[in-house]
């Protein structure tokens, strides 16, 4: 190859290493911004679970001191059913 060619190559390399450096790079802050999207999501949801649970305790004693046996089983079988969702929830946007 003559000199001339070796330069016009070598700068046609390096635009196309500029081309998919700049669309890496795109790529890269929409998937920082998607994991941002899903790290709120997931502190939300956390934060519901976290409440919920706070809540499910505060149920369990007011139950134990007033309620009969079949509310308090109503009520624990739906609270465990949030707790569930919540759960399921949390391990989808892990992944």
Avoid at 42 to 52: D, G, I, P, T, Y
Avoid at 69 to 88: C, F, G, P, V, Y
């Amino acid at each position: 190859m003559l000199p001339q060619q070796e330069i016009a190559q070598l700068a046609q390399n390096v635009e196309q290493l500029t081309q998919l450096t700049d669309e890496l790079r795109k790529q890269v802050e929409l998937l920082k911004k998607a994991n941002d999207n899903q790290r709120e999501e997931l502190m939300r949801s956390h934060a519901e679970l976290v409440e919920l649970k706070k809540r499910y305790q505060d149920l369990q004693t007011a139950h134990a001191l007033t309620a009969d046996i079949a509310d308090r089983e109503k009520a624990r079988r739906h609270l465990n059913s949030l707790i569930t969702r919540i759960d399921q929830t949390l391990e989808l946007l892990n992944e």
